[in-house]
């Protein structure tokens, strides 16, 4: 494909804007279709990044036949219906992290995707963001391997906001959301599938409806292991913090910087063409349907992550 790759964005909340900045830096992609709710702010947003088509209905969008590719930054609960409609359509797509929120729903999107023939990719950013394909170079080369992952997932989040500090429309989940970054990138990064895994959370919110605090143990088939705490209830410092323990070192990823035990900061700027994760991300869709291969966390090679899920989620509720 040699041509403008024309883009339907779906949700132009906080992490469709990353999305829509990080497109501005690549050749060759245009959006040229925004989905979102509420029309008034969807309209203000696409006047801001140039945008001629706007819509509250994402089926409008997969109408238009010069949309290629879409991306799905809508709320967790919609990911996969929408996934599977957008392949339906005949479009590539690449869905925000969670695939889904059921295991059943993950396989049916890599079914279709494998029948389709066309580029089905998921949001899995700690797959490209510099600091941990630093990493991943050194495990490639035999320099380094993972003898054990320690990972903080912290937020202050008692009432449904997002990211902007703007009320939700739907409710964020601790494993089928932010416990999905880790699981798929400690088995990708060990490069051994997950053979055993354990969890236990705390209260369930009154309000929300969910768990507040939850800790998980991973083990990986060349047995390398994974510690992973996760909390709603954090008062600082936020986000997720990586501190990988190797046989010759330990690193420690925080987003794209990355520093080694002794906080000694590692210079990590020319891993890619950019410091931005998630353009990194979007880079690697757009060359995967100009190529015509499977990208990099192609939704066949997450599905494992949300296998491990769904055991936990069960474990859990027993």
């Known amino acids: 494909m040699s041509k403008t790759i024309k883009v339907a964005l779906a949700g132009a909340g906080a992490f469709g804007i990353k999305h829509l900045d990080g497109i501005k830096n690549i050749d060759g992609v245009e959006v040229v279709s925004l989905i979102s709710r509420d029309l008034d702010k969807t309209k203000e947003v696409a006047a801001r990044y140039g945008i001629g ?47 889904c929120d059921n295991l059943a729903a993950g396989e049916e999107i890599v079914a279709l995707q494998q029948k389709s023939g066309l580029v089905a990719m998921c949001g899995h950013t700690r797959r490209f963001n510099p600091s941990h394909q630093y990493v991943h170079q050194k495990i490639a080369a035999g320099e380094f391997n993972i003898q054990q992952m320690d990972v903080q997932t ?26 999905a970054h880790t699981v798929d990138l400690f088995a990708y990064q060990a490069g051994s599938p997950i053979v055993k895994a354990n969890a236990v ?12 605090d939850m800790s998980i143990q991973l083990k990986a088939a060349n047995g390398a292991i994974c510690t992973l705490s996760l909390s709603f209830n954090n008062d600082g410092p936020l986000g997720t913090f990586f501190r990988y323990i190797g046989d010759r ?40 349907i100009r190529e015509g291969r499977e990208p990099n966390a192609s939704v066949a090679q997450v599905l494992p992550c949300y296998q491990v899920l769904q055991q936990l989620e069960r474990q859990l509720a027993e």
Not at 66 to 74: G, H, P, R, Y
Not at 159 to 167: I, V, Y
Not at 251 to 279: C, F, H, P, T
Not at 281 to 286: A, G, K, T, V
């Open 53 to 99: 088509h706007v819509t509250t209905e994402l089926a409008e969008s997969l109408a238009l036949p010069q949309v290629d590719a879409v991306i799905l930054c809508t709320p967790t609960q919609m990911h996969a219906a929408q996934a599977k409609a957008c392949l339906q359509a005949g479009k590539h797509v690449q869905v925000e992290i969670p695939l």
């Open 154 to 179: 912290y937020f202050f989040r008692r009432t449904n906001m997002n990211a902007l500090g703007q009320p939700r429309s739907w409710t964020d989940h601790l494993l089928w959301h932010h416990a």
């Open 201 to 212: 959370q705390g209260p369930i919110h009154p309000a929300l409806g969910i768990a507040m």
């Open 249 to 288: 070192g330990t690193y420690i990823a925080r987003y794209d910087d990355l520093v080694n035990g002794k906080e000694e900061k590692i210079d990590v700027s020319q891993v890619d063409v950019s410091m931005n994760g998630i353009e990194l991300q979007d880079r690697e869709f757009f060359a995967a």
